[in-house]
Nanobody, 124 residues
């Protein structure tokens, strides 16, 4: 089992920044690729970003490229999502997830473990 706990969400004005963190415990953190997803009210959960086990490969949704950056610190068992130039349409609950497979996966069903989510609200 892997336990994931997100933090860092909040209310920010459009154009502002936030940094989300996701702390992992349980199994070896570096055995898992990590992803961030988000879900807005009334919408399906959508892929945001993914980082490989050692951090050498990152993948982003087109809607966040150039504004959001995923990173990880395997010594601290933590994955981050730096969010810059935020827009109202970024408002959602953000979830981190762990994937034991090395393939590049963007579907929620491909991930094995999930955190409880953290709310991000961007005001216009």
């Amino acid at each position: 089992q892997v336990q994931l706990v997100e933090s860092g969400g909040g209310l920010v004005q459009a154009g502002g920044s936030l940094r989300l963190s996701c702390a992992a415990s349980g199994r070896t953190f570096s055995d898992y690729a990590m992803g961030w997803f988000r879900q807005a009210p009334g919408k399906e959960r959508e892929f945001v970003a993914r980082i490989s086990r050692k951090g050498g490969t990152t993948t982003y949704a087109d809607s966040v490229k150039g504004r959001l950056t995923i990173s990880r610190d395997n010594a601290k068992n933590t994955v981050y999502l730096q969010m810059n130039s935020l827009k109202p349409e970024d408002t959602a609950v953000y979830y981190c997830a762990a994937d034991s497979s090395p393939r590049t996966a963007k579907s929620p069903g491909d991930y094995d473990y999930w955190g409880q989510g953290t709310q991000v609200t961007v005001s216009s």
